[in-house]
């Protein structure tokens, strides 16, 4: 689960900002938490401001860390420094994220210069139950130190690992991180005792995951399409948000009618992804692999083995006695039904969704129905949620905690995060009327409009 995440100098922020999801100075709603050791962790966190503000910025900051991190290298395309004033333009950028992954919490940071699109810095630091600090590597380029604090227990696996690390320190454009999960895995397989370097590095390819409101993700692929047997769980949430499908059906169809405008070499990229993916040795042999894709406009369920792809089923949705519709043909309100109620459905645990601008396409009603039953208590569930989002009927102190709601402000071109529970004394009283305090402008969260008199 994810603990903390600072960045400074990305796009709209310029001094260091972050979103800690460690509870504050709140009170109650025990159902809304997580442990990692004695602390306590919020299972939700939603950003509120104006438009321009920066709520998206610092989503897109956590989203660029994970693709570095898995990429390994800087990709100067998507990245830029705050402009605000031109000294930001020669400062470095750095992210850090704090998790608890495996029963232990790790800092895991890396700073990037924009200029000369070369990684500076990057560190791994351990944090026991006691909150004590233990280094397992750092390379800092700027003070040309280099130390990996790690003893295998196998002395060739500890060679080979100094080897790495050292080949790694001879280059400024990568992260170790990603270094030693790329083609490196029996390293772990040898000794169990490295196996954090692959949680840590596995925990951002597949626990934190991202929805954007107008463009692809690495959330939102539908993977409840996958698990058929959660099925009534997934119509009684639709029931809830009157979403009139009360059934979904999976029908077979042809690879020449999923791929009919899909370009060739694209089908031939598909078809070598699955292979690799059976490969993989933690898929059993003779077992079939299955994985939700998009194609087009529609969904499919493909199904494969060593051989390649054996069967294509789509999902037809039946509305009561109102006919069946593939997934093209439903509404953008039901789509995007339809992609965050993964988060609910999705027998996953541990997983950290970060979801930007919520509301977009959604009545407000279903806004706030959609956030009640994740934190429903009767059906709880182990994973993180952080929003963006405009919604102000969620703030209400009946529904969240203070320590649930981040507002954010642009001053002279910096965008600024404070939580409700850090507000001074007296602006955020138990019985104070969030909404109306936040829509009258008292956390600075809403934008100058120039109001017209009516003639």
């Given at each position: ?10 796009a ?21 938490l ?63 994220y ?49 130390e ?10 500890d ?96 690879t ?26 933690d ?9 939700v ?11 494969a ?32 039904i ?39 208590p ?78």
């Open positions: 689960m994810l603990l903390n995440f600072s960045v400074e100098n990305f709209s922020i310029g001094k260091r900002q972050s979103l800690n999801l460690i509870t504050g100075k709140a009170r109650g709603k025990s159902s809304h997580l442990k990692a050791y004695k602390q306590s962790v919020l299972k939700f966190t939603s950003i509120y401001g104006g438009n321009a503000a920066g709520k998206s910025t610092i989503i897109k900051a956590m989203h660029f860390g994970k693709k570095m991190i898995l990429n390994g290298y800087l990709d100067k395309r998507f990245m830029s420094t705050n402009r605000s004033n031109e000294v930001w333009s020669r400062k470095p950028t750095e992210f850090i704090t998790v608890f992954i495996d029963k232990k919490i790790y800092e895991y940071g890396f700073t990037l210069s924009w200029q000369d699109e070369r990684v500076i810095k990057e560190w791994l630091v351990e944090i026991n139950s006691r909150m004590e600090q233990k280094q397992i590597f750092v390379r800092d380029f700027t003070e040309n130190r280099f990996l604090k790690v003893n295998a227990k196998n002395s060739e696996i060679k080979r690992l100094s080897i790495y690390f050292s080949d790694a320190s001879n280059e400024k454009n990568i992260l170790f991180l990603n270094e030693i999960n790329s083609k490196k895995g029996n390293l772990f397989e040898s000794d169990p005792s490295l196996q954090y370097f692959k949680f840590l590095y596995r925990w951002f390819l597949t626990k934190m995951k991202f929805v954007y409101p107008n463009s692809s993700s690495d959330l939102g692929m539908y993977s409840f399409l996958n698990y058929p047997e959660n099925n009534d769980k997934l119509y009684n949430c639709l029931l809830q948000l009157d979403i009139p499908i009360n059934k979904m059906s999976y029908v077979d169809i042809s020449e009618q999923a791929f009919k405008d899909v370009p060739d070499s694209v089908v031939e990229e598909i078809e070598t992804d699955f292979k690799e993916m059976y490969q993989r040795k898929i059993q042999e003779g077992k079939s692999i299955s994985v894709m998009r194609l087009g406009d529609n969904y499919y369920i493909i199904k083995n060593a051989d390649g792809i054996q069967n294509i089923r789509t999902v037809q949705f039946t509305h009561g006695k109102h006919g069946q519709y593939e997934f093209k043909e439903e509404s953008d309100g039901t789509k995007r339809l992609e965050l109620l993964e988060m609910i459905t999705s027998p996953e645990q541990d997983v950290t969704y970060i979801v930007d601008e919520i509301d977009r396409s959604l009545h407000p009603l279903l806004t706030e129905q959609l956030v009640s039953m994740y934190l429903n009767e059906t709880p569930n182990f994973n993180q949620l952080i929003i963006t989002t405009h919604e102000s009927r969620l703030l209400n102190l009946r529904k969240l905690r203070k320590d649930e709601i981040y507002f954010v402000t642009n001053r002279n071109g910096e965008s600024e995060f404070i939580r409700l529970d850090e507000y001074e004394y007296g602006k955020s009283r138990s019985d104070l009327n969030i909404e109306l305090a936040y829509l009258s402008g008292r956390y600075n969260g809403v934008p100058n409009i120039i109001k017209y008199e009516d003639n």
